[in-house]
């Protein structure tokens, strides 16, 4: 049984740092893309970034392109997400998902990934 389980969310200040855990069971994780997606309320789940499985490849979302680090570390079974400059409209619950098929036009979307963690919430007030 696969399960994504996320973890280091919380409140901080706007320009803060937090980072993000996603660690994964009951798969070959090597073998699997893995990215990270966010909600905020009221909003459509968006995508944030991605560590693609076959070339270690990164995309960004526009929105965090240069502020968000995502990485992986296989031996642990566990993808990170660097978040730096922390700003209002990060706040959201941050989900991570995996994916040993996608493909890279389907990256950014949700359609593209089996497996879902269950979230976690990281806010920062205005």
């Known amino acids: 049984q696969v399960q994504l389980v996320e973890s280091g969310g919380g409140l901080v200040q706007p320009g803060a740092s937090l980072r993000l855990s996603c660690e994964a069971s009951?798969?070959?994780?090597?073998?699997?893309?893995m990215a990270w997606f966010r909600q905020a309320p009221g909003k459509e789940r968006e995508f944030v970034a991605v560590?693609?499985?076959?070339?270690?490849?990164?995309f960004y979302a526009d929105s965090v392109r240069g502020r968000f680090i995502i990485s992986k570390d296989n031996a642990k079974r566990t993808v990170f997400l660097q978040m730096n400059a922390l700003r209002f409209e990060d706040t959201a619950v941050y989900y991570c998902a995996a994916s040993s098929s996608v493909i890279v036009t389907q990256m950014r979307s949700q359609s593209g990934y089996s497996y879902w963690g269950q979230g976690t919430q990281v806010t920062v007030p205005s």
């Open positions: 560590i693609s499985q076959r070339s270690g490849s990164l």
């Open positions: 009951g798969l070959t994780f090597s073998r699997y893309t």
